[in-house]
């Protein structure tokens, strides 16, 4: 089992920046992928990044160049640092633990409870 608490969203204004965090606690945290996800209001969860096991990285398309994605092993946390924010990514972030990145949310088996993030334009 492995739980995952998310922190660090906020009201900020568009342009700004914001770093989520994932505590991950549990099981061993260096042999799972992390994925982030986020879900807008009336719309499906869709994936942000991803980290695999050996820290290989992946984003959507949408916030390539903008967000990173990067992990602390020892201290069983994943981060999210979001840069040049748009109002378009205001959603409730999710932070997920499975065996590979996957862009399909079916594909994780563990879920945090989410954290909102809302950009003012």
């Known amino acids: 089992q492995v739980q995952l608490v998310e922190s660090g969203g906020r009201l900020v204004q568009a342009g700004g920046s914001l770093r989520l965090s994932c505590a991950a606690s549990?099981?061993?945290?260096?042999?799972?992928?992390m994925g982030w996800f986020r879900q807008a209001p009336g719309k499906e969860r869709e994936f942000v990044a991803g980290s695999s096991t050996y820290e290989i990285t992946s984003y959507a398309d949408s916030v390539k160049g903008r967000f990173t994605i990067s992990r602390d092993n020892p201290k069983k946390t994943v981060y999210l640092q979001m840069n040049s924010l748009k109002p378009e990514d205001t959603a409730v972030y999710y932070c997920?633990?499975?065996?590979?990145?996957?862009?399909?949310?079916?594909?994780?088996?563990?879920w945090g409870q989410g954290t909102q993030v809302t950009v003012s334009s």
């Open positions: 549990g099981r061993t945290f260096s042999g799972y992928a």
């Open positions: 997920a633990v499975g065996f590979a990145v996957s862009r399909s949310p079916g594909q994780y088996n563990y």
